[in-house]
């Protein structure tokens, strides 16, 4: 199992670029299967959750051929339906992305439970219902706990969406593109991965409007071409960045940042005193930084709480989390969609931060706190880059264990700190 060793106390400095964002990566990757003409992806993130869906791919007979460094060929001429391997799937929760498209081309499905990082009840209920709307029929055999899908056809409807999943809106658009007349859907997820999923499926021919709305048009057609598509920048781990700048009072540019989705993010690190500059498709960061939380009006302690995009994502809480421990003031957290987010908490507190855990859904944190060396498991991918943030800002040589976690979201990130001068390696 590899790890981190990290000498912390370093301030970073240089410029980096962030690789292709794995939100849009995997259901780009499962869109493929719409198509059964060639599929060229380019800037795919080298990740292991990306390596799991093409392995996946390739288990029901779908064509990949790596072309270049971050540049795949999909090609699914042929799409075998079957009982998909149990330990693929258990490896990744993308594994459920495979629901739409595949039901669409072939009209059945068999799957197992997807695996995933383990930050809370993450149900399935919104996927099936969406897709039962549109004429599927889903049964679940406990006996060997697998995910049945069968249609004789698609065929679209009105669709209001439980809640705001982005991989359920993900897997409904999939399958309305092939289905007979025209679907709505309500409700739906608009953050920037949705939204390049809907502008590559347009490239190959579906027709979508409402782009970026919480109402999505989708006119089915009988089938799709080919085409050609960039991922855009991970919008997560340009704020791993900015996080990485902050807690060690180092000064970076991030190139190629896709500014225009960090608006609300930047509203929120205003209130914990971090800021940035825009220049161009770039952010810069500044050593200077205020570091002084701003309290609501009449003084109240403000508090942080993740929202549907545009708001603040579930999966900057950690992020935030941990600079906000290098900022003076208090600050109260609260991520109502996962009760497992906040469990880390306990593992920077062990490192000296001042943290109290209300509730599994909130914490409040006093800061600053000089943070001190520590050897800690990586509980889940954004967790596990926190605490690598905060080893970075910690005094002494701290560990990171279970950094495979951590490999499964962010491309090389070991390699990307050091070239911005972090003092960090990976021993096996």
Not at 234 to 242: N, R, T, W
Not at 291 to 300: E, L, M, Q, S, T
Not at 371 to 388: E, H, K, T, Y
Request: glycine share 8%.
């Amino acid at each position: 199992m590899d790890k981190f060793i990290i000498q912390g106390g370093i301030p970073l400095s240089g410029e980096i670029t962030p690789s292709g964002n794995k939100n849009a990566a995997l259901p780009l990757l499962a869109a493929c299967i719409l198509t059964t003409e060639p599929v060229i992806l380019h800037n795919l993130p080298e990740i292991n959750d990306v390596k799991a869906m093409r392995d996946l791919l390739e288990s029901i007979g779908v064509e990949v051929t790596h072309l270049s460094n971050h540049s795949w060929e999909i090609h699914a001429n042929e799409v075998h339906c079957s009982n998909l391997d149990p330990e693929l799937c258990t490896k990744f929760r993308a594994s459920i992305l495979l629901a739409g498209p595949v039901i669409a081309r072939t009209g059945e499905l068999q799957l197992p439970p997807p695996g995933g990082d383990v930050i809370g009840r993450r149900r399935l209920d919104t996927h099936i219902l969406a897709l039962e709307a549109l004429g599927v029929k889903t049964t679940y055999k406990k006996e060997n706990k697998i995910f049945e899908f069968t249609t004789s056809k698609l065929v679209g409807t009105e669709i209001l969406l439980d809640e705001a999943s982005v991989t359920a809106t993900e897997n409904a658009v999939m399958a309305a593109v092939l289905a007979e007349g025209e679907t709505i859907i309500r409700n739906a997820a608009s953050e920037p991965h949705v939204q390049e999923v809907c502008q590559f499926l347009n490239i190959l021919g579906a027709k979508i409007t409402q782009l970026g709305s919480n109402t999505l048009h989708i006119q089915g057609v009988s089938n799709l071409d080919g085409g050609e598509f960039t991922v855009g920048p991970d919008y997560l781990e340009v704020i791993s960045y900015v996080g990485a700048a902050v807690v060690t009072g180092g000064e970076i540019t991030i190139r190629q940042a896709g500014p225009e989705y960090l608006g609300m993010i930047s509203q929120v690190f205003q209130r914990l005193g971090v800021s940035w500059e825009v220049r161009g498709e770039d952010l810069f960061v500044p050593s200077e930084q205020k570091k002084v939380i701003k309290p609501d009006f009449r003084g109240a302690i403000p508090e942080i709480s993740v929202m549907p995009w545009p708001s603040f994502p579930s999966d900057l809480m950690s992020i935030a989390i941990v600079v906000a421990t290098q900022s003076a003031g208090n600050v109260l957290f609260h991520d109502w969609m996962y009760e497992g987010r906040m469990y880390f908490t306990d593992k920077l507190t062990s490192m000296g931060a001042q943290i109290v855990l209300c509730d599994p859904h909130r914490c409040i944190v006093n800061g600053p706190s000089e943070l001190f060396s520590g050897n800690v498991d990586s509980p889940d991918i954004r967790a596990g880059l926190a605490l690598v943030l905060a080893a970075l800002a910690a005094k002494g040589e701290s560990v990171i264990r279970n950094v495979a976690q951590i490999d499964r979201g962010y491309e090389r990130i070991d390699e990307k700190l050091r070239s911005l001068g972090a003092n960090i390696i990976r021993e096996n």
